[in-house]
C-alpha cells in the first residue's frame, strides 16, 4: 500500500488516475451543458409541457 500520509501513489498509477479525472471531468461538463439546454429549451408538445410543469411543480400553463 502506497497511499500513506502524502498520498504516495507508484508513478505507474498516474495515467489511470489522469484517465479517470479527464473522464469525470468530461461528463461533469456534458452533465452540465445538458441541464442548461434542457432548461432553456422550449417543450415541443403539450405532454411535455404537462411533464416539465410535473417535474418542476409548476402546475399552471402561462401563455403569452
Not at 502524502?6 to 488516475?17: I, M, Q
Not at 479527464?22 to 452540465?32: E, L, Q, R, S
Request: neutral net charge; proline residues 8%; without cysteine.
Amino acid at each position: 500500500m502506497y497511499l500513506e500520509y502524502r498520498f504516495n501513489v507508484p508513478a505507474s498509477t498516474l495515467p489511470s488516475v489522469v484517465a479517470v479525472v479527464a473522464v469525470v471531468a468530461v461528463v461533469a461538463v456534458v452533465a452540465v451543458e445538458f441541464a442548461v439546454w434542457f432548461a432553456e429549451s422550449p417543450p415541443a408538445h403539450p405532454e411535455a409541457i404537462s411533464a416539465r410543469a410535473a417535474m418542476t411543480g409548476r402546475n399552471r400553463l402561462i401563455i403569452g
